[in-house]
């Protein structure tokens, strides 16, 4: 016979899961309409838009490499400029300060979500009157300015995305806070998009001069410099109405709303937010996800971060390149959307887990694809449609590995991260999520050159013996030994 103590502890067990239903339900029954404007809307609206915004620099700064590639940097400068992603990989570091210190009357987001926005709006009025003599300072890019003036441009993204993050988990109700990850997705993709593909197209003087101009000019239809200032007056415009059109929720209304559930953000000073972040490093469940998430896109790097650098070096137009992305846009709106019935479930990481084989596999892929570009080449140097058809489904099947990946994570940290301090705990999530894909990317741009042997000619004569081409014809020519010589070493190992 069962003891009256194990009776009673049971009965205290279903009467808390009963109460944890009931509460469920009355939420559910509560929630705004996700998609309704006079429900929850308008606010998605809002988050969308926000990470509209914080997509464009991170776009612009994607763009770069490209620029650099054409103008034959090495690979080493390659991943010094890289170090530009990192402050989304570090923003840990003073996220306790953006979710401590804010002013009540304005918002403990809006505090500082405004002048971060306001201030990347002066980076980069300031940046387009200097970034082309960056570029072509004395003959060749200014590596360390361009470095410098990004990675700053992008640590005020950054501290705009834990403002968001944090924000998005008080804007939305807790039930539909799942779509919190949607909003980021795609509005980053959104903004990504025009910073990146819509920039390189019509900075392009090519694809201009032979989709768009009736006679051709030397120069695209946009430049960087005023890209930059047309999308600082943006910033500037719209951080505008935000301040004066949208209020946050009071703690009152916070606590009316979860009707005395735990769930309000907790006033805490900065010392107590990093001893609750350290204290938040001490689970041994977050230890483990700290090390998963630093460690599980090792396998996924260098075809992430060189793969579209070797097309580029290849002779692949750049301008080409980004327009393959075009027709991948619909389908990172739609995947992100698709994938959160699937992560808006109890269990999020299996959709993870189970799209990191197929995601390695592609490391494969783009090795092949790099090998047989050059076959492709025509004498005047254009690439035949059905090799961008080739190059397009293989990056489409890729994007359904990296979007799974990318909601579902995101999906886990909404809904496991605690309300009483959003920013802080979102932050560390996304930050180890991020580290864990930069660091590997510039150690793998970082090896190239050193893992790379290779030749230059120029008819029958070798022209140079470095790791450097002059021109993209001679870049076309290369010979690489390497693959040789380490299909070689492998067999020698394996006898």
Known sequence: MRKRGELLAENGRSLLIEKEISYQIKEMKEAPLIWSWKGEGKNIALLFFLYLLQGIPLGLTASIPLMLQN?????????????????????????????????????????WLVPVQYLIGIAMLFLSTRVDQYLDSEGSPNIQLLTAAFFTLNFLAATQD??????????????????????NSVGQTAGYFLGYVV???????????????????PNGLLTLSGFLYFWGIIFFITTTFVW????????????????????????????????????????????WTVVVLLTCKIGFSASDAVSGLKLVEMGVPKAQLALLAVPLVPLQIVLPLFISRYTAGPRPMQVFINAIPYRLMFGFVYAGLVWITPWFQSSDGQF????????????????????????????????????????????????????????????????????????????????????????????????YRSWRSMLGRLGWLLR
């Open 71 to 111: 103008r034959h940097v090495s690979y080493k400068e390659q991943a010094e400029f890289s170090l530009v992603f990192w402050p989304f990989s570090l923003k840990l570091l003073w996220a306790p300060i953006v979710d401590s210190l804010y002013s009540s009357k304005m918002g403990r987001r809006k505090t």
């Open 162 to 183: 834990i403002a968001v993050d944090g924000w998005a988990l008080t804007m939305l109700h807790r039930s539909n806070v799942g779509y919190a990850s949607t909003c």
């Open 199 to 217: 920039f390189v197209a019509f900075e392009s003087a090519d694809f201009c001069n032979k989709y768009l101009r009736s006679q051709p000019e």
């Open 244 to 287: 004066f059109f949208k209020r946050e929720k009071t703690q009152a209304q916070e606590n009316s709303e979860r009707d005395g559930h735990d769930g309000n953000e907790q006033d805490l000073s900065i010392i107590e937010t990093y001893k609750l972040l350290l204290k938040i490093f001490k689970l041994p469940v977050i230890r």
């Open 384 to 479: 035949p449609f059905y090799y961008y058809l080739i190059v397009v489904i293989i990056y489409a099947i890729h994007q359904v590995t990296v979007y799974s990946m990318f909601v579902a994570v995101m999906a886990f940290f909404a809904k496991v991260s605690d309300p009483q301090v959003g920013g802080t705990y979102m932050t560390l999530l996304n930050t180890v999520c991020n580290l864990g894909g930069n660091w590997p990317s510039t150690l793998a741009l970082w090896s190239v050159d050193a893992l790379t042997w290779k030749s230059c000619h120029s008819g029958n004569s070798i022209v140079d013996e470095t790791n450097k081409c002059r021109n993209s014809a001679e870049t076309l020519a290369i010979v």
